[in-house]
């Protein structure tokens, strides 16, 4: 079915085009040019306006030929990570490697050459499809930020497959997202020696909270980690300031429906604090906590 020269020589020409993030606009119009041979509409987002680049995202939609069939979504990066320019395929046997001085960028070229490959492959055998909805993304090796710059409001499909892994044998249906958190707890400035009664130690507010805290593995999805505390000027000074940085990762994306079974613990004040202010510091701490966490 799928014409092996053909997407092997289709690589090879990617790879060999440089595509950095932000500056992909080569392979870009290379990419269009073919998906237009093939029929499509495409069009050239303005994502790279938003994120400082010389193109945007390539979408290029193919029509049908299964009568009211819902859309399908086929997507793969057109960046490369550096270095990436100048790159020279070497070919032996079944391997594409480089001469050693660049990566291939077969992340994600390869991606890009089996969308066009698979849909000529459709076309040319006349094989009953969806209409399709490629989509030719910018910026994935620095955030995503092509994805996140679709105007998903002109996107009909529903469902999609992403083609960005190394192992062909496997399906990736969900994947890690994380919220990262960073609190800061005041407390209040004393001398530790001459007047300790008089200060309200942030250390020991950040401790009591920590300690009613569920960290590690919170369920068979979500996992919750402080990685970071920083704080204190002196051993003789109360602290009245503490930063303490962590992050929240779930399996898939949490909506706000899992908030009154996700991290319950969480919604609690804990145990008595030094002072009031302890107290009620812990309180918004953990709620905000919780509703960071429930919001991956």
């Known amino acids: ?33 073919y998906c237009e ?5 495409v069009e050239i987002d303005d994502a790279g306006d938003r994120v400082g680049g010389n193109t945007g995202n390539v979408i290029a939609r193919f029509p049908g030929t299964i009568q009211n069939a819902q859309p399908i979504m086929m997507s793969a990066h057109m960046d490369t990570v550096v270095p990436g320019e100048g790159v020279k395929p070497i070919v032996e046997g079944d391997i594409i490697r480089t001469d ?40 994935e090796e620095v955030g995503l930020l092509g994805a996140k710059n679709v105007d998903v409001s002109k996107i009909k499909a529903k469902y999609g497959i992403v083609f960005d892994s190394d192992d062909p044998g496997f399906l990736f249906t969900k994947g890690p997202s994380s919220n990262h958190m960073e609190f800061r ?21 950040a401790a009591e909270g920590i300690a009613a805290m569920k960290l590690g593995r919170i369920d068979e999805e979500t996992t919750a980690n ?27 994306v949490c909506s706000r429906r899992h908030q009154n079974t996700k991290l319950p613990w969480q919604e609690k004040p ?6 009031n202010i302890s107290n009620a510091t812990i309180r918004r701490w953990m709620c905000r906590t919780a509703r960071m966490l429930c919001s991956l």
């Not at 014409?3 to 990419?31: G, M, P, T």
């Not at 960028?105 to 094989?127: H, T």
């Not at 804990?270 to 002072?275: F, L, M, Y």
């Open 1 to 33: 079915m799928i014409n092996q020269e053909r997407i092997k020589n289709l690589l090879l020409e990617l790879v060999k085009i440089d595509s950095h993030s932000r500056k992909e606009r080569d392979v870009a119009k290379r990419i269009k040019k």
């Open 37 to 41: 041979e093939m029929g499509a509409q």
């Open 100 to 139: 050693g001085t660049t990566v291939l960028g077969g992340d994600d070229k390869s991606g890009c050459a089996v969308i066009i490959e698979v849909i000529r492959c459709l076309q040319e055998q006349n094989i009953p499809h969806a209409p399709i909805e490629a989509i030719f993304s910018i910026c």
């Open 185 to 205: 707890i005041r407390g209040l400035e004393s001398h530790a020696g001459v007047a300790p009664e008089e200060g309200i130690s942030a250390i020991k507010i």
């Open 226 to 252: 402080i990685g970071q505390i920083e704080g204190g000027m002196a051993t003789n000074i109360i602290p009245n300031l503490v930063v303490l940085k962590g992050e929240g990762t779930c399996s898939i």
């Open 270 to 275: 804990p145990g008595p604090a030094s002072k």
